[in-house]
């Protein structure tokens, strides 16, 4: 079977299309209207052509035209009825609106036009109501019958609503219910009101007057006063077992319809006041659609289902009994859709069906009409055919057009709808606007939409790219309306797509484009913080997004907007929180939007702080020496308290001065604190949490604890003497708080030690020192100090040894001997005095030692510094170093106690031996001639014994950094110049100088110096000098450097000293070099070689070679250490360029000049 085809929505198809009406509006079935405004029935439809509106009254055709009073609107079925000056009750009826064109006609519901109304109380006489206290009452309301009905409350006569309590309640039809009457509810104005919801009007009822007698109370003259008859009740007013007063007898029936509400009432009389409890006995009420009213006794269920049928159980109960009552509740229904009739769009020879599916309780009759007119009173049509609630259609043909009504009826109400059946041929269309981008995430569905509308409804197939054909199935469905959806889009499935619409009267094709974006991704969350008060707060939220998409970002606080504060700061990717409050605590979300996706994250804020102080400082459980301190916290402000601090003042002794007491852990609020006596007490408690303290507590009251004899003694007891015949006594004396009571003094006491004598003692106060006079030198003393008060002693104290005053030692060591290792160390020893001489304690021996000449020497030298070494504790050796070698020393020996020294001992002289001399003082190369150089030099400042000899070793260093062999030489010692001869012209020689001792050779110093250059030989070397082109190249070259140093000259006048040195070694220039000897070209040798050691030379193990460092020279050679010579006599050194400044230094201008020389003078 074909299905039917939707209508299209889009305007300019449906201009183009014949349609039979459709209802599109109409007013409710039932239509209450106020009388005095006018009635507006409503009725609008559309329809290709627009079609045309009449209307029937009571069944009957109504002229609209003749009553002045109806008016049609324009293009509209919707009647205004204007009733003012006339009776409204004349136009009451039931209505039906038709709608007609060409294709059909449609029509609407009945609809029932009611008056409202208001209609007044009926005249009535309330005989006043006497009732005994304690029983039950009804106040009966019965309003009159109003459209619709009205609300009713009760009031007094001062429009004070009656309060409603488990006791008096107001019952569904709105009587007042009393469980059991009071005093209290004796009134003349229970009066009933009736307030009419369409007119806005309040009718009421006569005020009813009830008196409640306490029968207990009121003697016989005053009962005789009432007739028994007048009485509302005769029945005994003590307790009783509840009994109901609505609904009556133990069960009940209720109906109510399927979607309404259902109310089930209970009201209950007894004494004490029962309450009411509700149970459905055949399963569970449903929890999300019930609830309990008017104090328990109604039950309420919205939206009424088949399932909520049954027996509904309320039970009364007070303390002396209970009762219940059954509701059987019966649940029927109004005929409702299971599936309304769709409008049907045929194609010629095509089948369809028009299906009007309903149920209700009683199940609803069906029956159906076309045109307005019962289907079997209507002309017959072959292709249609009637079975039930469905309507068959087949093999249609165009001019078969119509509306179709179907109606469902039962006792309870009905139902209608219009469905019309339009037989159309269209070729296809497609209704989505062409060249549509559409743009999704990643990961993500796809729906590309291909709305068409042709009769028979159009085939739809896909292309993407105009060429690959798209077949339902994974990765794509193809669904029933054409939308081709990609169930996970990727980027690869971005591109073109075609649809194609196609039916048996033609085809149309239409274009869309995909395109697949990243998605949205924060990277950085914000994270959980936890801030101090007046920090700062920063929460970061970083993403990641397509670059086409432009993201914005949005901040809330608790799902709210944040507060319009100048304090939060929201950046790119951050949100900042300045000094942050307790009002900031919240949950913070970062939200990132696209026009396509969003992510979000969300972190807290925690905002600590120090706690507050604790309060409500209490003493309980006081004692002479502990009382308990209770306290209540402050608030953590979100950081638990770790501990509590306890202070105290005491006021007697040192107010104005907190000291801490003790510690007790952050869950505690009590402490037991341990006293002093003799102390004014106040105590204050401060918190601790992970921020910091809190401010203190307010001080507790004062508690003043009785005095004591003392706990404790004075510390750090001390005898010690200053004097050779006194011992001062010395302690730290006790504070006012240790005091323990009034009159603090202290009992010293003191005896010689190991002497069988009785403790000496003074009391003394104030001080911290007492004096004993007249002991013996140095000998040993127990002292002992006690506290003592008005109120006692303190405990008996520990004696403690001193010493009284020392004195000078006596003696002086003997048997002084010295035993000589070596050039620069000896070994002195001596007999170390006797204890007894010493008065004192041993401190140790002074040893002290001078130079007194050197040993070549005839006399001695001037103020030589005498020089001292000690020797702590009782030593009888000690080892002098650094002595200077070939002298001759002279010492004497002390013996030293805390006083001071005692008598020197004998002086003892002793001799080094000869070591190794010094170096020579200095080394100077002047004469320089072409093969000849004369050498002069100093002896060293220190000989160390007896000059036996000069060596001499020197070597050539050609221009390749090369180290030519080796020549030695040995002067006497008295020899203090020498000229070498034979020599090299034009030369660099490295020379080593040093003296020796038969201990042998001292340090070597080193000197360098050039051999002049031979003129002879260099004119025959190279024919080429004498050329002139040759000699013309070289003037250009000397031009150019001298235009070069007037340029430099210049500059450095106009900015300061010109760094032609360190320019020089920053740029390597090649054309700044030295010269080779044998060609005049600039050389390699250069004091900006690359750290290279000169050929058979070894590296040091740092592999470093020093540059030069002086501009006297083209380059230096010198040692780190003293020079070495192999067996061979070679040289083991290092070429570098540091001198040894302080064997040659003022002696620059002795160098020789040299052609390299001239060169270099240049730069």
């Keep these: 079977m074909t299905s039917a085809l939707e209508v299209p929505l889009d305007p300019k198809v449906l201009e183009g299309l014949p349609q039979p009406p459709t209802i599109t509006l109409q007013s409710p079935k039932d239509y209450i209207f106020d009388p005095r405004e006018n009635i507006v029935i409503h009725c609008e439809a559309k329809g290709k052509p627009h079609p045309s509106f009449s209307w029937t009254r009571n069944g009957t055709h109504f002229d609209v035209e003749k009553d002045s009073k109806v008016l049609m609107k324009p293009g509209s079925g919707t009647l205004v009825i204007d009733i003012s000056g006339e009776k409204a009750e004349a136009y009451e009826g039931t209505y039906q609106c038709t709608a007609h064109n060409e294709h059909g006609t449609a029509v609407s519901n009945n609809i029932v036009i009611r008056q409202s109304r208001s209609p007044l109380w009926s005249k009535e006489r309330n005989e006043a109501i006497v009732v005994q206290m304690g029983v039950s009452l009804v106040l009966p309301c019965r309003p009159p019958a109003g459209l619709p009905p009205p609300v009713i409350f009760w009031m007094d006569n001062i429009f004070q609503r009656l309060p409603l309590n488990d006791r008096v309640s107001q019952a569904l039809n709105g009587d007042l219910y009393f469980s059991n009457v009071l005093p209290e509810d004796t009134r003349s104005d229970y009066i009933c009101y009736a307030r009419f919801p369409h007119t806005q009007t309040i009718q009421q009822k006569q005020p009813i007057s009830v008196t409640v007698l306490d029968m207990e109370a009121m003697n016989e003259t005053v009962a005789a006063l009432y007739n028994i008859t007048d009485f509302y009740s005769g029945d005994p007013a003590g307790e009783r077992r509840p009994g109901f007063m609505a609904p009556l007898g133990s069960s009940s029936t209720k109906m109510v319809l399927r979607g309404e509400t259902l109310e089930l009432e209970c009201i209950a009389e007894g004494l004490p006041t029962p309450e009411i409890s509700w149970l459905k006995e055949s399963g569970e009420m449903p929890s999300g659609r019930m609830s309990l009213h008017n104090f328990q006794k109604t039950l309420k269920i919205v939206e009424v289902t088949e399932a909520d049928a049954g027996d509904y159980r309320c039970t009364a109960k007070n303390s002396l009994g209970s009762a219940y009552h059954i509701i059987k509740v019966t649940v029927k229904a109004a005929p409702f859709w299971i599936s309304a009739p769709r409008n049907l769009i045929l194609a010629p020879n095509e089948t369809g069906v028009l299906i009007c599916r309903v149920s209700g309780e009683p199940k609803p009759i069906i029956s159906w009409s076309v045109n307005g007119v019962p289907i079997e009173n209507a002309p017959q049509d072959p292709s249609r055919a009637v079975e039930q609630d469905t309507v068959i259609f087949s093999s249609v043909q165009t001019g078969s057009s119509g509306v179709y009504q179907c109606n469902a009826s039962n006792e309870f109400g009905y139902l209608m709808a219009n469905a019309f059946v339009s037989i159309l041929a269209e070729p296809p269309r497609v209704l989505t606007p062409s060249n549509n981008v559409y743009q999704v995430i990643s990961n993500r569905p796809a729906l590309l939409d291909c709305a068409s509308f042709g009769s028979p409804i159009p085939v739809i197939t896909w292309f993407k790219d105009s060429q690959t054909s798209i077949q339902d199935g994974d990765p794509y469905v193809i669904h029933n309306n054409g939308t081709l959806e990609i169930n996970v889009a990727q980027p690869l499935n971005s591109g073109k797509y075609t649809c194609i619409a196609t039916n048996n009267l033609g085809i149309k094709e239409n274009h869309v484009y995909l395109e697949v974006k990243e998605p949205t991704r924060i990277l950085k969350q914000p994270e959980y913080k936890v801030v101090q008060r007046n920090r700062n707060a920063v929460f970061e939220c970083k993403v990641k997004h397509d670059p086409s998409l432009v993201p914005t970002t949005t901040w809330l606080k608790d799902n709210g907007e944040l507060p319009d504060d100048e304090r939060f700061v929201v950046d790119t990717d951050s949100l900042t929180i300045k000094d942050v409050t307790s009002e900031d605590e919240g949950t913070y979300t970062c939200i990132m939007n696209t026009t396509l996706d969003q992510d979000s994250a969300s972190a807290m804020l925690t905002v600590v702080e120090e706690p507050e102080p604790p309060a409500d400082l209490e003493l309980t459980d006081q004692r002479e020496r502990s009382v308990q301190l209770t306290w209540i916290p402050g608030d953590e402000h979100n950081s638990p308290t770790q501990k509590f601090l306890i202070q105290y003042e005491d006021l007697l002794h040192q107010p104005g001065v907190w000291i801490n007491l003790t510690e007790v852990e952050g869950a505690s609020t009590t402490a037991h604190l341990s006293l002093s006596p003799f102390v004014y007490y106040s105590f204050r408690v401060l918190a601790l949490n992970h921020v910091g303290y809190s401010r203190p507590s307010q001080p507790s009251r004062q508690y003043r604890t009785t005095p004591a004899a003392p706990d404790e003694n004075p510390s750090d007891v001390q005898g010690v003497g200053t004097e050779h015949s006194n011992l001062i006594i010395t302690w730290m004396p006790l504070t006012g708080f240790q005091s323990n009571g009034p009159g603090l003094q202290y009992k010293v006491q003191w005896r010689q030690k190991d002497v069988d004598q009785d403790w000496s003692s003074e009391t003394v106060s104030n001080v911290t020192q007492f004096v004993v006079s007249g002991t013996p030198t140095f000998v040993p003393y127990e002292v002992k100090v006690q506290a003592v008060n008005d109120y006692g002693s303190g405990p008996e104290p520990e004696a403690v040894v001193g010493y009284s005053g020392e004195d000078f030692p ?150 390749t950094n090369e180290l030519g062999p080796v020549e030695v030489k040995t002067f006497p010692a008295n020899e203090t110049s020498f000229t070498l001869a034979n020599l090299k012209s034009s030369t660099l020689y490295k020379f080593y100088f040093n003296a020796q001792t038969i201990k042998g050779s001292g340090p070597t110093i080193t000197e360098e110096a050039f051999t002049i250059m031979d003129t002879t030989v260099a004119s025959r070397q190279v024919d080429i000098a004498t050329q002139g082109w040759f000699i013309g190249l070289m003037c250009a070259i000397a031009l150019l450097i001298l235009v070069l140093l007037i340029v430099c000259f210049i500059k450095r006048n106009k900015g300061g000293k010109y760094p032609v040195k360190e320019k020089e070694d920053a740029h390597q220039d090649p054309e700044i070099q030295p010269m080779k000897e044998d060609d005049g070209t600039f050389g390699e040798y250069s004091d900006t070689e690359d750290h290279k050691p000169l050929k058979g030379s070894r590296t040091p193990s740092n592999g470093t070679v020093r540059r030069d460092e002086s501009d006297d020279s083209l380059v230096d050679y010198g040692e780190g250490g003293d020079g070495q010579f192999n067996e061979d006599g070679s040289f083991i050194g290092q070429y570098s360029g540091k001198k040894e400044k302080d064997t040659h230094e003022g002696n620059e201008s002795s160098e020789a000049p040299s052609p390299v020389n001239a060169m270099n003078s240049f730069v």
């Excluded at 020089?867 to 504790?873: A, D, M, P, R």
């Excluded at 400042?941 to 221009?959: C, F, W």
């Design 810 to 959: 006596l003696s002086a060591p003997e048997s002084v001997q010295v035993m000589v290792h070596n050039s620069t160390l000896a070994e002195v020893h001596w007999e170390p005095v006797a204890s007894s001489t010493v008065r004192g304690k041993l401190q140790g021996y002074k040893v002290y030692y001078r130079r007194e000449r050197g040993l070549h020497e005839a006399e001695a030298e001037a103020e030589q510094q005498e020089q001292v070494l000690t020797f702590s504790g009782n030593r009888s050796e000690g080892r002098l170093p650094g002595l200077q070698p070939y002298s001759l020393y002279n010492l004497f020996i002390k013996v030293l106690n805390s006083k001071g020294e005692g008598p020197p001992s004998n002086g003892k002289s002793f001799e080094t031996p000869e070591g190794v001399p010094g170096p020579p003082s200095f080394l100077n190369i002047i004469n320089p001639n072409m093969d000849s150089l004369t050498l002069e030099w100093g002896p060293p400042l220190n000989n160390n014994g007896r000059l036996t000899s000069y060596t001499l070793k020197y070597q050539p260093v050609n221009n």
